[in-house]
């Protein structure tokens, strides 16, 4: 997927995962999305996602979910 299809938010997002941060959901009733860098639970820096941009990205092919374990969903880049 081109970059140029993907809005900023969406961009950003991109960016991170690929430089090592990883994108989770908590699957809890108070569920988001975050970013975090060096992997989920791993103590780094952490961003929070609109759920409607990681969303976009899952809808449009460009995540896929990865591991799925109560409590945390975790999602990386496709090889598209």
């Given at each position: 997927?081109?970059?140029a ?5 969406q961009?950003?997002?991109?960016e991170?995962?690929r430089s090592g941060w ?11 999305y975050?970013?975090q860098q ?9 961003e929070s ?10 809808t ?9 374990a109560?409590?945390v ?5 496709t090889?598209?």
């Amino acid at each position: 997927m081109a970059n140029a299809t993907l809005s900023p938010a969406q961009q950003h997002i991109v960016e991170r995962l690929r430089s090592g941060w990883a994108l989770g959901l908590t699957l809890t009733l108070t569920s988001r999305y975050w970013l975090q860098q060096g992997g989920l639970g791993r103590g780094g820096a952490t961003e929070s996602v609109r759920a409607n941009t990681a969303h976009a990205l899952y809808t449009k092919g460009v995540i896929q979910s990865v591991r799925r374990a109560f409590p945390v969903e975790e999602f990386q880049l496709t090889a598209a």
